[in-house]
T-cell receptor
Framework: DQQVKQNSPSLSVQEGRISILNCDYTNSMFDYFLWYKKYPAEGPTFLISISSIKDKNEDGRFTVFLNKSAKHLSLHIVPSQPGDSAVYFCAARGHGAGSYQLTFGKGTKLSVIP | AAGVIQSPRHLIKEKRETATLKCYPIPRHDTVYWYQQGPGQDPQFLISFYEKMQSDKGSIPDRFSAQQFSDYHSELNMSSLELGDSALYFC??????????FGQGTRLTVV
């Protein structure tokens, strides 16, 4: 059973516009959420994270929003750039000892069109 | 800045052979994770170590074992390799409860 779901396998956006990537989770024990960006044949690169005590975290062009009641988070990239084209993974982690594993979604492939 | 180092980057093995993948975490990170990513799949958690002790276990086959050594590097040992073990294997490290940083991965091909 997929505990972290990214329902859009792909997304195309024009350069300069906003990219919105969505993620839903089912495990209410998750309290820390991360977004990773991955290029082919490379390891995932950490982008931004958010703790469940917050509803928004911003870092430059990247903003993550968390709606805990809906068990939903989203990553906004604005403005989108061609170099942002990659697969974006949402990941979640539980709280407390023995909960260090990250559970990943299946990823969303973002294509930013020049 | 130092990153997570994995070796080798590429490995080709025959069925039923063994393979050892190595991971050198970011200095002062105390947690190491191993993930397996099959073609078109999301990364699947295998196992993690905190301060050289196994801290969590995921979908790691019994044919696989891992350990973290006194210098914090970790090795994933894979025996009786099967064609289905062909995948990208990622190691990540973190300082406990912070974000994990991933290595470039080892691409294992079993023929």
């Amino acid at each position: 059973d997929q505990q972290v779901k990214q329902n859009s396998p792909s997304l195309s956006v024009q350069e300069g516009r906003i990219s919105i990537l969505n993620c839903d989770y089912t495990n209410s024990m998750f309290d820390y959420f991360l977004w990773y960006k991955k290029y082919p044949a490379e390891g995932p690169t950490f982008l931004i994270s958010i703790s469940s005590i917050k509803d928004k975290n911003e870092d430059g062009r990247f903003t993550v929003f968390l709606n805990k009641s809906a068990k939903h988070l989203s990553l906004h990239i604005v403005p989108s750039q061609p170099g942002d084209s990659a697969v974006y993974f949402c990941a979640a982690r539980g709280h407390g000892a023995g909960s260090y594993q990250l559970t990943f979604g299946k990823g969303t492939k973002l294509s930013v069109i020049p | 800045a130092a990153g997570v180092i994995q070796s080798p980057r590429h490995l080709i093995k025959e069925k039923r052979e063994t393979a050892t993948l190595k991971c050198y975490p970011i200095p002062r990170h105390d947690t190491v994770y191993w993930y397996q990513q099959g073609p078109g799949q999301d990364p699947q958690f295998l196992i993690s170590f905190y301060e050289k002790m196994q801290s969590d276990k995921g979908s790691i086959p019994d044919r696989f074992s891992a350990q973290q050594f006194s210098d914090y590097h970790s090795e994933l040992n894979m025996s009786s390799l099967e064609l289905g073990d062909s995948a990208l294997y990622f190691c990540a490290s973190s300082f406990v409860n912070t974000e994990a940083f991933f290595g470039q991965g080892t691409r294992l091909t079993v023929v």
